[in-house]
């Protein structure tokens, strides 16, 4: 089992939909959760963080963290075509805490 | 601030030259970290450094070698350069072993 795994997609949504990104991750006693974005030929940037189970809201993006269920998820609502990149999961490890376990992101393509 | 700043850009190498890639950053950050990306694939850690004189490696070292002799600084060096290091190099930089990374731009490397 990956310690961090995510449908690679592609996610296609319409404009203005929800788009729903997950990721699973193998260390139980993982502490912190980050969901990045990278465009195509660009450094991933950081869309959000969370450390507590349940809901963190951020403008359009709620990130959802469930450690009984060692899953996170990153929701967009009303989807953008600016929104269109690919998301990477990132997992900081309770046995590796100086480090940053990336999953190998799942591309979304907001339509028209 | 600049931030996480890369040189150089972009690179190609002859088989079994030798080239560092500078990765500095502004931010007073203790940790620092160099990932290589390949085509459609997450990041993979190669080194990692908790503060100036501490390095340690991550999940694919081989064939690299950094060195951590200040804050700001964090090179990472190819000694015998080989087409499998083709890839894009990717340095980030944070304050704390939980906390969010800051990613630099990125290098381009092509050994051919």
């Known amino acids: 089992q990956k310690e961090v795994e995510q449908n690679s997609g592609p996610l296609s949504v319409p404009e203005g939909a929800i788009a729903s990104l997950n990721c699973t991750y193998s260390?139980?006693?993982?502490?912190?959760f980050f969901w990045y974005r990278q465009y195509s030929g660009k450094s991933p940037e950081l869309i959000m963080s969370?450390?507590?189970?349940g809901d963190k809201e951020d403008g359009r993006f709620t990130a959802q963290l469930n450690k009984a269920s060692q899953y996170v998820s990153l929701l967009i609502r009303d989807s953008q075509p600016s929104d269109s990149a690919t998301y990477l999961c990132a997992v900081n490890g309770a046995r590796n805490t100086d480090k940053l376990i990336f999953g190998t992101g799942t591309r979304l393509q907001v339509f028209p | 601030n600049a931030g996480v700043t890369q040189t150089p850009k972009f690179r190609i190498l002859k088989i079994g030259q030798s080239m560092t890639l500078q990765c500095a950053q502004d931010m007073n950050h203790n940790y620092m970290y160099w990932y290589r990306q390949d085509p459609g694939m997450g990041l993979k850690l190669i080194y990692y450094s908790v503060g100036a004189g501490i390095t340690d490696k991550g999940e694919v070292p081989n064939g690299y070698n950094v060195s951590r002799s200040t804050t700001e600084d964090f090179p990472l060096r190819l000694e015998l350069a080989a087409p499998s290091q083709t890839s894009v190099y990717f340095c980030?930089?944070?304050?704390?072993?939980?906390?969010?990374?800051?990613f630099g731009p990125g290098t381009r490397l092509t050994v051919l």
């Open positions: 260390d139980r006693g993982s502490q912190s």
């Open positions: 969370i450390y507590s189970n």
């Open positions: 980030a930089s944070s304050s704390g072993r939980l906390d969010t990374q800051y």
